[in-house]
């Protein structure tokens, strides 16, 4: 069990040395619904998850299009039996494509498939972070990070700006693990899913075409 618990503390776990953060208030609550999440877990499922994600924040937000960051460790934190994570290109709406040349514009090198834009964060965690805050802007409209890999603390404050947090978790994990998986987590709801199945699960979500219905509703 201890074993099982660093493995999955890694990837949702604030890091020890992390400093405190003094509470902060919660913002106003209205109608609009929830546009940001972040989804963690290991990097060969996280991705689509992630897609699924910015599919139903998108069809609640009424956007004609949304964005997917992918944030991974350098190479060699990655382990070697677990693919690269991509950013997809191909096929996609006037929407995505609009979205990942305001991104190009701003430097930022996005694609664009289906409709989503992509866009690879740097690996700093640092890095990322400061990338994913000039995303909002170009954006204007729903946007979830992919953390794929194990969890970093520069991005700890980046997660608890967002409106949601997922863990993406086998579904028939150990409860205990599942409930400690998501109670560290910084931001105002979370939620726990599964892996999405391989096939035409996963091409629909990298295609912006599925949906993640099971996510709570949050409103902003």
Do not use: H
């Not at 963690?40 to 069809?59: D, F």
């Amino acid at each position: 069990m201890t074993g099982i618990l660093q493995r999955v503390g890694a990837y949702f776990f604030e890091a020890a040395e992390a400093p405190s953060r003094a509470p902060q208030p919660p913002p106003a609550e209205d109608d609009l619904p929830a546009v940001e999440a972040a989804v963690l877990g290991p990097p060969a499922a996280v991705v689509p998850v992630a897609a699924a994600c910015a599919g139903e924040l998108r069809a609640r937000a009424r956007a004609a299009a949304a964005l997917v960051c992918i944030w991974k460790p350098p190479a060699p934190e990655l382990e070697p039996s677990e693919p690269a994570t991509r950013t997809p290109a191909g096929a996609a709406t006037p929407a995505a494509r609009r979205l990942a040349a305001r991104l190009a514009g701003r430097d930022l090198a996005a694609t664009a498939c289906g409709r989503l834009g992509w866009l690879s964060l740097d690996s700093d965690a640092a890095a990322a972070a400061t990338e994913f805050r000039r995303c909002r802007t170009a954006a204007s409209g729903p946007l979830v990070i992919a953390v794929a890999g194990p969890r970093p603390q520069p991005l700890e404050s980046l997660l608890g700006e967002v409106d949601l947090c997922v863990a993406v978790l086998p579904s028939d994990i150990d409860p205990a693990l599942r409930d400690l998986a998501v109670a560290g987590f910084p931001s105002r709801a979370n939620a726990v899913v599964a892996p999405l199945p391989p096939g035409p699960p996963r091409s629909a979500a990298m295609a912006g075409l599925a949906r993640l219905r099971s996510l709570p509703v949050v409103n902003r």
